[in-house]
């Protein structure tokens, strides 16, 4: 005679696999190289992610006062994810996201809906992991690294995918030591210390690519006015300007200084 199994059992394997897969994931994030790569395996081959194209893994930082807020939040990702989504909780305000790259609607847009009251979501940083790695901890830190970069800097970047931020994740890297600026761009220490208006006319012209008629258009001004604001700049200004060596690190020294001057916000 067949037994069959009682409700509590058939519950115990529920849970049993649920915890099973609560367990893989959370050693995607482990310390050990294997142990992520045998859960990146076993990820794909259980479909709970896309095993043949590029999956967008997405940082996502949270405040919340509230703790059973948060908690509402983390549980309505696991419970509404679609298709290969995948939620994974970290510590210092981090959830990790993946999602299949075929999902009708943006991710972005789908955690902003589950959002509840009592949340904020600071910033979502993204990075793409390819089918042909086996180790996820590239993507992972550098979807973390694009969301930090959000969180400090906002709207001056181009846009939340790592792919998209490569001078600013180098610039990410480096240590906060203001004397670097200091001794590597002068013009950078004086632009910041001057009237805002300045350090926005040289930062705009250096990112238009010093293209007048792209600078004039950002900063709303006729070109006989862009001309006039750089004649008039400092001296170690001018000559930054005239030095291509000089003007591109000018350019990474007020970026940095940016970064850092939120980081300290």
């Not at 299949?100 to 943006?106: I, L, V, Y």
């Amino acid at each position: 005679m067949t037994s069959v199994p009682s409700t509590d059992d058939t519950l115990d394997v529920q849970w049993n696999e649920r915890d099973d897969r609560r367990f893989v994931l959370v050693d995607l994030q482990s310390h050990h190289r294997e142990r992520r790569r045998h859960s990146l395996r076993t990820a794909r081959s259980r479909r709970w992610i896309d095993s043949y194209g590029d999956v967008l893994v997405r940082a996502i930082f949270v405040d919340s006062s509230v703790d059973a807020a948060r908690e509402e939040f983390e549980r309505a990702l696991t419970r509404d994810g679609r298709g290969h989504t995948i939620v994974l909780v970290d510590v210092g305000g981090l959830i990790l996201v993946t999602s299949e790259r075929r999902a009708d609607n943006s991710v972005e847009k789908w955690v902003h809906s589950l959002t509840p009251p009592g949340v904020h979501i600071a910033a979502i940083g993204s990075a793409i992991l390819h089918p042909e790695e086996d180790d996820p901890l590239r993507a992972i830190d550098e979807a973390r690294t694009a969301a930090e970069l959000v969180r400090q800097v906002g709207e001056a970047l181009p846009s939340n995918r790592a792919e998209d931020l490569g001078a600013w994740r180098l610039l990410h890297a480096i240590g906060g030591d203001p004397e670097l600026v200091n001794s590597a761009s002068p013009a950078a220490v004086e632009l910041w210390r001057s009237d805002p208006m300045r350090r926005m006319t040289v930062e705009t012209y250096l990112d238009s690519g010093c293209n007048v008629l792209v600078a004039c258009a950002a900063l709303h001004i006729h070109r006989t006015t862009l001309y006039y604001r750089l004649d008039s700049m400092p001296s170690v200004v001018r000559e930054a300007l005239g030095d291509g060596l000089k003007r591109s690190t000018l350019h990474l020294s007020l970026k940095l200084l940016r970064l850092w001057d939120r980081q300290s916000a």
